[in-house]
């Protein structure tokens, strides 16, 4: 029986506007990040964030310029049985232990963010 969990990652910024933090290590399908903008000490409208896999670098989310709340739903590309790029389906990302990897850019000093990972 599959359960929905949600662990939250709070972010900080440094003075130079970046920041990277990390997920409680995570088994199962992720099936939703959400981004919560700050009400009072939010990102500068220039934040980019960069979502991966902390042991594998396994690209999650890469979005520019984000200015508000948001919901995303990755997925990765499937591949054929010779490792070329398919062009049937795209697939959900697992977990197997692994953290999720939160690294903000040009957020602005002493800024704040919450991100929810929402798994299956």
């Given amino acids: 029986m599959s359960y929905i969990r949600r662990e939250a990652v709070d972010i900080l910024t440094t003075a130079s506007g970046a920041a990277t933090e990390y997920s409680p290590p995570i088994t199962g399908r992720l099936v939703e990040i959400i981004y919560t903008k700050d009400a009072s000490n939010a990102f500068a409208s220039t934040a980019d964030f960069t979502i991966t896999t902390e042991r594998?670098?396994?690209?999650?989310?890469?979005?520019?310029?984000?200015?508000?709340?948001?919901?995303?739903?990755?997925?990765r590309k499937a591949t054929t049985a010779t490792g070329?790029?398919?062009?049937?389906?795209?697939?959900?990302?697992?977990?197997?232990?692994?953290?999720?990897?939160?690294?903000?850019?040009?957020?602005?000093?002493?800024?704040?963010?919450?991100?929810?990972?929402?798994v299956e």
């Fill in 84 to 118: 070329a790029a398919s062009t049937l389906t795209e697939l959900p990302i697992y977990l197997a232990g692994d953290r999720v990897k939160f690294a903000v850019a040009q957020g602005g000093s002493a800024k704040n963010g919450r991100f929810a990972v929402i």
């Fill in 56 to 75: 594998d670098a396994l690209a999650v989310l890469a979005v520019a310029n984000v200015n508000a709340s948001a919901s995303y739903r990755p997925i």
